[in-house]
């Protein structure tokens, strides 16, 4: 694994706990030499990422479409920027440029990114590991919603085992280096094409 792309808000949040830890984990990548695959602000935690790793000699990819340059304001240090045309090819951008996915602290969009990039797994299109770096409990809601999908029998229970949660940086990314992806039967079988 030589790239992460870290899915994360343009906010800060209500606890320095969030922004500590994205620049905690942005140091941590640098000190790894994983290269940062990210959304390219400055701002909110996507900023404090961005500079933990920037702070520690880090390689960091920016990925934005280019109505967002100005809303989000890109980071203008970065050691590489990709402007795209729109938000789907963004997330196939940052998905080409990485070798696993890590959720942070976030919103709507958050969500987004990451959902579909566990969708993209669970229908075999690609066996990156996929991890949540549950900072101070901010995703526990979440994780239970999930769990209450499998057992009311809308994710099945090998799909579930795919996502990697940890409360701390370096268990998140110990457990990603050793990922083993599951051999799951596929969704579309060849006489249904």
Not at 55 to 68: C, R
Not at 127 to 139: A, C, Q, V
Not at 146 to 155: C, E, K, N, P, W
Request: charge should be neutral; aromatic fraction near 8%; include cysteine.
């Amino acid at each position: 694994m030589n790239s992460i792309v870290v899915f994360c808000g343009s906010s800060e949040g209500d606890d320095p706990s969030f922004a500590d830890d994205a620049y905690g984990l942005g140091k941590l990548l640098a000190q790894q030499r994983l290269t940062l695959v990210y959304g390219a602000a400055r701002i909110g935690i996507m900023g404090r990422l961005a500079q933990g790793a920037l702070d520690h000699q880090g390689t960091v990819i920016g990925v934005i479409p280019d109505f967002l340059k100005i809303k989000e304001v890109f980071h203008t240090g970065l050691s590489r920027l990709i402007v795209t045309k729109n938000m789907h090819q963004r997330k196939l951008k940052m998905h080409e440029l990485s070798e696993g996915i890590i959720m942070l602290p976030g919103g709507y969009g958050t969500l987004e990114e990451f959902f579909e990039m566990i969708t993209w797994a669970q229908l075999g299109l690609h066996d990156k590991p996929i991890g949540i770096l549950n900072t101070k409990g901010f995703y526990d809601n979440l994780i239970a919603m999930l769990r209450t999908m499998v057992d009311r029998g809308f994710v099945k229970q090998e799909n579930y085992d795919m996502l990697l949660v940890d409360n701390q940086m370096d268990g998140l990314l110990a457990q990603m280096r050793n990922y083993v992806p599951q051999q799951l039967p596929k969704w579309i079988k060849k006489d249904q094409l």
